[in-house]
Every structure is written in C-alpha cells, then in structure tokens.
C-alpha cells in the first residue's frame, strides 16, 4: 500500500518503480494470503482452496474497474484502486490473524 501510494504522489521515475514493486509484493503475497485462508479449516480445507482458487476472479475484474477509472480521471491518479486493494488486505492479514491467535 505504501508503495502505491509513494507511485501517487510522486511522477518520473520514481512513480513507475513504486508501482512496478507493487507487482513484486502481489507475488509473495498469494501464499501467505492463501495459507491464512486454509488454516483451521479441517475437512473443508479442499472446498476452501477451491474457492480461493476460484477467487483468482478478481484478478479479472479489477483492471477493467482501474482502465474504467483511468479513463475518467487519469491512468496515474486510477492507482488509487489499487491503494483500496491492498488496504483491504492488510484488514484481512490483520483480521484473520487475530481470528488465528483466539484459537490457538
């Protein structure tokens, strides 16, 4: 989120690298995402890693929402899509993580 956010109120060169990280933080961040989800869930571990397998959607339906925004107010200003993104998965890391610590 940090990064997006140095990308957004910054231009040049260090705007295109903090969104370039944002990509490279998106990729270590599948299997602490998708290992948070899972745990705990016993017999319905395989129906819950379907389901986040399937969830991948969203992969898919956020760059039309940004390219949407991008076309109304600006392409570097439409990052502020991916500030919200990444915001809810810091409440999800947090939230689930909590949920995790209650029940060990």
């Given amino acids: 989120m940090a990064a997006m956010l140095i ?7 260090i705007a295109i690298y903090a969104f ?3 990509g490279l933080f998106c990729s270590i961040m599948w299997p602490s995402i998708f290992s948070l989800s899972i745990k705990g869930l016993g017999k319905y571990t395989s129906q ?3 389901f986040l397998v399937m969830m991948i959607l969203g992969g898919a339906i ?13 392409i570097h200003e439409s990052y502020i899509i991916c500030v919200l ?9 947090q939230k ?9």
């Avoid at 990308?7 to 040049?12: K, V």
């Avoid at 993104?85 to 890391?93: D, G, H, I, N, R």
């Avoid at 689930?96 to 060990?104: C, E």
């Fill in 85 to 93: 993104c990444f915001a809810y998965l810091a409440f999800f890391a």
């Fill in 7 to 13: 990308g957004l109120f910054t231009s040049g060169n």
């Fill in 62 to 74: 956020i760059p039309p929402i940004q390219g949407k925004l991008a076309d109304i107010i600006g």
């Fill in 48 to 50: 819950g890693s379907a």
């Fill in 96 to 104: 689930v993580g909590s949920l995790h610590q209650k029940n060990a």
């Fill in 20 to 22: 370039l990280s944002g």
